[in-house]
């Protein structure tokens, strides 16, 4: 199993710019999860989803949106990029329940 | 208040010395515990789960302590190679769901030096 995947690795974004960042995970779990860290912040959950077809809200999802036509497949949009979302963001899956999370590698995003 | 607080460091330990992490969480419905281990520009990975018995792994030693809603993880004879930061994670019920969802505390940093 290639685990919890996303691309790009880095991103350098103008302002106003759009773009998708790619989550894909081969475990067939129905728990995703999209999270920003900065420095002193910790982990931010952004957007989640328990199944394909199901996707909420976490702690800042403003200036993000997601979709889950899949069960392997959860990109994260960027509509119109803005300095304060230059930051690191993982992707994350688990099985329902209490189970662990699993981490991508993250994506490194610069936006000027 | 946040979820979950962690004392963020950064600790600064020799080589074979032992050193605690703290953790406090604020949902008492909580129902599960780890302690995740990230390395710097590295996704955060799993340690240990934490058990309400208290449970070993090696050098690792992980107790949670429900009445007071704390969790600790203890590093005996450290290593170079555990510096990292080490990050409390507690899964919490949602208001109205059956389902769990993970909050992190900020993280505590380790540097263990020669």
């Known amino acids: 199993n290639a685990g919890v995947t996303q691309t790009p690795k880095f991103q350098v974004l103008k302002t106003g710019q759009s773009m998708t960042l790619q989550c894909a995970q081969d475990m067939n779990h129905e728990y995703m999860s999209w999270y920003r860290q900065d420095p002193g912040m910790g982990l931010r959950l952004i957007h989640y989803s328990v199944g394909a077809g199901i996707t909420d809200q976490g702690e800042v999802p403003n200036g993000y949106n997601v979709s889950r036509s899949t069960t392997e497949d959860f990109p994260l949009r960027l509509l119109s990029a803005a300095p304060s979302q230059t930051s690191v963001y993982f992707c994350?899956?688990?099985?329902?329940?209490?189970?662990?999370?699993?981490f991508g590698p993250g994506t490194r995003l610069l936006v000027l | 208040r946040k979820e979950v607080e962690q004392d963020p460091g950064p600790f600064n330990v020799p080589e074979g010395a032992t050193v605690a992490f703290n953790c406090t969480y604020s949902n008492s419905a909580s129902q599960s515990f780890f302690w995740y281990r990230q390395d710097c520009r590295k996704e955060p990975k799993l340690l240990m789960s934490v058990y309400s018995s208290g449970n070993e792994d090696g050098r690792f030693t992980a107790q949670l302590n429900r009445a007071s809603q704390y969790i600790s993880l203890l590093i005996r004879d450290s290593k170079l190679s555990d510096s990292a930061t080490y990050l409390c994670?507690?899964?919490?019920?949602?208001?109205?769901?059956?389902?769990?969802?993970?909050?992190f505390g900020r993280g505590t940093q380790l540097t263990v030096w020669p």
């Open positions: 994350a899956s688990k099985e329902r329940g209490p189970e662990t999370q699993y």
């Open positions: 994670v507690v899964n919490m019920l949602g208001r109205g769901s059956t389902l769990g969802r993970l909050y």
